[in-house]
């Protein structure tokens, strides 16, 4: 799709949803699909699903159809737990839904003790995320044979020539759990 269609696209999007209380999950993750280098709605709405899912996310007591699969349902939200939250998750927003974002960095539903970010700390943008995802994945997947269709793989556990043993020859210490979490979400986000 051309830049252009793009952003007439978002901008449209924008206009209408800036006029609302609340915000419905197709239109928040078609605004992401829109906004961020990874494209794909369908991408955005299983994120914004997940943590509702999660309770990282409150949808709004509306009108539920029961005999719809929940994962088909357009749950509406307010406008500042979404902007809230896709920002803990350092996705990119239009310009316009920054005086939206709530003071607090997520939505308290989400926050489990102290979670503030130091000063020192600087969020990955997206774009950064990505490109480390793809190395990190790339990597695993040619030199230790990693599967990310497979239930279970040699490269993730603790036995010689795992990750984490090459990472610990290397005095990089990481569990096998650090590993099969940050493999599992490249794979979740990038095939």
């Not at 051309?2 to 419905?24: G, H, I, P």
């Amino acid at each position: 799709m051309e830049q252009e269609v793009r952003d007439t696209m978002l901008r449209e999007m924008v206009d209408r949803m800036k006029l609302s209380d609340v915000w419905y999950q197709n239109d928040f993750a078609e605004v992401l699909a829109l906004s961020n280098d990874l494209p794909k709605l369908f991408h955005y709405k299983d994120l914004i699903f997940n943590a509702v899912l999660a309770e990282r996310l409150k949808p709004l007591p509306l009108q539920v159809d029961g005999f719809k699969d929940p994962k088909e349902r357009n749950f509406g939200f307010k406008p500042a737990d979404l902007c809230s939250w896709a920002r803990a998750k350092d996705l990119m927003l239009p310009e316009e839904f920054s005086s939206i974002v709530s003071v607090q960095k997520e939505p308290a539903l989400h926050r489990e003790g102290n979670t503030q970010k130091s000063k020192s700390e600087k969020a990955l943008h997206p774009k950064e995320r990505i490109t480390f995802q793809k190395m990190i994945l790339g990597m695993a997947m040619d030199m230790y044979k990693y599967d990310p269709k497979a239930k279970e793989n040699a490269c993730t556990g603790s036995n010689k020539g795992s990750i984490s043993v090459s990472l610990a020859e290397q005095e990089f210490d990481l569990d096998e759990d650090t590993i099969r979490k940050y493999l599992k979400e490249a794979a979740d986000s990038l095939l």
